[in-house]
């Protein structure tokens, strides 16, 4: 049995989630029926991680801040300017690409128990209260913004303690960091059961009527993911983006587009960064603040959904009221839940700014709902990757401008690794 679970340790976790993934869509076409019970691995997994999540963060940012040395340079607000300019720029991607190939619904899908916020002012106020949310219940709800309220404000005030209680801190993060990546190795067997659970119970045929939207949304993402970013990347580190792009997007927009939340994904993140060899005391706190404010993908699918309500009722959109869109569309998704289908909700805070009413825009959410098994994986992997890639650039570009070569080394058969040197007088004179 050691030698059965050593074998299949020593495959790439990439591969085995394929296998998971082969297996979990075979078994919910040929016996739906018969294997149900796997879908409970799905379920065991999300809630896996979704439990250790803010506890970990929690930990990780209190002891990156308590242990931080005065003087020391972290490349965070580097990374806050990347994540607002990655949502502007896909909100804006997404009008441009409204205007270029217009979408039109067919509404009247119904939608019971939500309740979508009033407005702008709404949604801020409810991101100012969750900062000074209690600490106990924060950490309950997952309320990532108080969790990092919180862990800053006590890291600040241990930052006197003494060295034994920084230690005992340090020791309850690696711990939690252990048991991260326990839960991690079997990502195979739990998306093995979601990918199951999905495709037995919603089927892919009910997607098909909703196929020239599904192709926009989706299209639109991967734009932004293959070529937005990119171009972000090479401004920062002037070299080839695509080995950190593909690697954020294998390593962390795998499992996000199956996990279908930000906040689960958040451990896959920090073992990205920490294999990327990034500076600990700015990726405890950018991963999981990534997971709050760094929503591409929610704006994308805010400007889409909401320009596709436009389109079917032949409102006439200008390009002033386009670019507050794309603004609006960008503070919005901000405030996005980092759980499963979060940004439809704050379509109807879209929708508000042409006028449509509440129960007409609730009839675009029921859409969204439809197609959210593609939109919502699609953009929670594009959403998660990205924290991590935007870190990886703030940090690159800083050793860029230091003076220091850094190299981004594919090697076949083994994981990327990052090399490091220092570059000498001669070689900046030349």
């Known amino acids: 049995m050691k030698d059965l679970v050593k074998k299949w340790n020593n495959i790439s ?42 506890i970990l963060v929690f930990f990780l940012v209190m002891t990156a801040i308590s242990q931080h040395k005065s ?46 916020p009033g407005g702008v002012v709404e949604v801020l106020k409810t991101l100012l209260l969750n900062i000074v949310d209690n600490p106990v219940n924060a950490l309950v709800n997952a309320n990532y913004i108080g969790i990092l309220a919180w862990a800053l404000i006590l890291g600040i005030a241990l930052k006197s303690a003494s060295e034994s209680t920084k230690t005992a801190i340090s020791n309850i ?22 990918v199951f659970d999905t495709i037995s119970t919603q089927g892919i045929e009910t997607l098909f009527g909703y196929g020239r939207l599904i192709i926009i949304l989706v ?47 958040i451990p896959v993140n920090m073992s990205l960064c920490e294999e990327l060899n990034l500076n600990k005391d700015t990726y405890s706190v950018s991963i999981p603040l990534g997971a709050t404010i760094n929503m591409g993908g929610a704006a994308v699918t805010i400007s889409i959904l909401t320009l596709a309500a436009v389109n079917t009722l032949g409102i006439k959109v200008d390009l002033g009221m386009a670019l507050i869109l794309s603004l609006l569309s960008a503070v919005s998704a901000c405030g996005a839940s980092g759980v499963a289908g979060g940004s439809l909700l704050l379509v109807p805070l879209a929708c508000s700014l042409f006028g449509i009413p509440n129960d007409v825009a609730m009839q675009v959410v029921g859409v969204g709902f439809i197609v959210g098994v593609i939109q919502d994986s699609c953009e929670t992997a594009l959403n998660s990757s990205t924290d991590v890639l935007f870190t990886a650039i703030a940090e ?28 000498s007088d001669a070689d900046i004179n030349n």
């Open 13 to 54: 976790l990439v591969k085995r989630i394929i296998m998971g993934l082969v297996v979990g869509i075979t078994l919910a076409l040929t016996a739906p029926d018969a294997a149900k019970p796997i879908a409970i691995f799905g379920s065991l997994f999300v809630g896996a991680l979704k439990s250790v999540a803010p």
């Open 71 to 116: 003087g020391a340079k972290t490349t965070m607000k580097s990374i806050v300017f990347l994540y607002l300019l990655g949502t502007f720029l896909s909100g804006l991607v997404a009008v441009v690409t409204s205007f270029m190939f217009p979408v039109e619904l067919t509404l009247g899908a119904g939608v019971q128990d939500v309740a979508p």
């Open 173 to 194: 993060s690696d711990a939690l960091s252990q048991v991260v990546k326990w839960v991690i190795n079997l990502a195979p067997f739990g998306i093995m059961g979601l």
């Open 219 to 265: 299209g639109c993402m991967a734009f932004i993911a293959l070529v937005v970013n990119p171009l972000i990347a090479f401004i920062g580190i002037r070299k080839n983006p695509y080995p950190l792009v593909l690697k954020c997007l294998k390593d962390s927009g795998l499992t996000a587009f199956f996990t279908r939340s930000s906040a689960a994904n």
């Open 396 to 423: 690159f570009t800083k050793l860029r401008k230091e003076g220091k070569k850094f190299e981004i080394i594919p090697k076949k058969g083994k994981e990327m690794s990052i090399k490091e040197v220092s570059i």
